[in-house]
């Protein structure tokens, strides 16, 4: 279902973007990824993940060849920083192989890939500082749970975080036990990766061997996976970030846009797919 999400700073994206893991790691492959995302540009997803760390920095060059042709202003490119570089010895490195590699003078966000070792609040400053020298629009955070989203917004300019980049599909529900309601209540949105369960294979055959979902897959006429990038562009405060390498999967995505699932269906999926009746450590991949 297509909606508009805001983040803090007032900026507004479409609740569907586009993935890049493993974009860039087999040069076989390089041309039909660059047509894929320039697809999905063309379809209205200009929002688009990257991070150093995917195919250590091809992933990323990729996505720099692919939005060439296209205007920056119409594009929303969000990279991450490995959790050793968010820090004010490594950062400047960082940031700058990035936008090197994505051929681009700014970020519209950045994200620190996961909480480790170097103090919160230094990387908050040294986002800070990368906002101050127009090297990045803004920044946020990934694979937060809980309480580390508590700390950072009590830091100062913590408050600036823009977003937090969560797994999320229809089978791995646990931040709805608490940390859905927290972010909205602070009105950061929560950026949903794997939504088309990429990484885990056995809940990706459960779930496609359910007949609830085949049922209902069939009630719509989508395939499988578009039933369930639907159940997750139906959330409210969520944008969706499916990665796909085929122009074919793409336009399949985009289309989901279209789609929106009625009430009772979504009941049916709850009881099928239920949140977890007790708090879960946080799911990453
Ligand atoms: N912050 C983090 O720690 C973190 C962790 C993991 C992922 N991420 C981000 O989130 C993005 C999405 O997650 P993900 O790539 O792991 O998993 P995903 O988007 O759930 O699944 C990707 C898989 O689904 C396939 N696919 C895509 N569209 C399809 C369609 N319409 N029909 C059938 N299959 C389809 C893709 O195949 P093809 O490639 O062949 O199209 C690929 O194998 C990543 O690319 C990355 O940008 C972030």
Redo the contacts with the bound molecule.
Sequence with gaps: MKQTIAFPDGREVLNLGQ????MGEEFKKKQQEIE?LRTGIENGLTLI???EM?SEGRSEEIVGEAIQPYKRDDLFIVS?VLPMNAGEQHIHQSIDGTLKRLGVDELDLY?L??RGHIPLQETVDVMEELKWKGKIKGWGV??FDLEDIQELLSLRNGLNCQTN?L?Y?LASRGIEFVLTDYLKESRIPIMA???????EPDKKEMVHQSPTINRMAQKYNL?V??LLLAFVTQQENMIA??????RD??L??ADVLQVELDDEDIRILNEAFPVPDKRMPLK??
């Design positions: 993935g890049t893991y493993r894929a993940d990257t991070a995917y991450k994200l890939h996961w990934s694979n980049q797994l599909h990766y794997c939504p088309i369960i990429g990484q395939s996976v578009k970030i499916p990665k796909a390498a085929s999967h793409v399949q995505n990453t991949k």
